[in-house]
């Protein structure tokens, strides 16, 4: 599953460096290990999204009551990759290095 996701912009910048590997969410909806999170960058000050983004992936999750607080949930990401395909995919079958295919058929590269 994707989930969108806001993100501040002084988050944004350490997840897309490398330097930020970890997400901390309200557990308001069914994250799970091997689903991806769509970042979009928020500007809270503006109230508007810049159009920049970034897809992760999603290595591990804690959400253990001695280590988190009520209703939150922290999730260990992975930068990854989309891949386009011509070919159908089964979504269950990420590869390791975590490139996502990408099968639209309505986009063609410059």
């Known amino acids: 599953m994707i ?11 350490k ?3 490398g ?12 994250f799970h290990v091997g689903d991806l999170l769509a970042l979009n960058e928020y500007n809270p000050e503006t109230k508007t ?5 970034c ?10 009551p001695d280590y988190c607080k009520k209703d939150m ?3 260990a990401i992975k ?6 395909h011509d070919r159908s995919f089964n979504e269950f079958n990420l590869r390791k290095d975590y ?12």
């Open 79 to 84: 930068p990854c990759t989309v891949v386009r």
């Open 19 to 30: 330097e930020k590997s970890f997400e901390v969410r309200k557990f308001d909806r069914p």
């Open 49 to 53: 999204y810049t159009g920049n983004s």
């Open 99 to 110: 490139s996502v295919p990408l099968a639209t058929g309505g986009c063609k590269e410059k």
């Open 73 to 75: 949930v922290i999730m």
């Open 55 to 64: 897809l992760v992936y999603v290595d591990y999750i804690l959400n253990d």
């Open 3 to 13: 989930h969108e996701l806001k993100i501040h912009p002084k988050h944004f910048e």
């Open 15 to 17: 997840v897309l460096s």
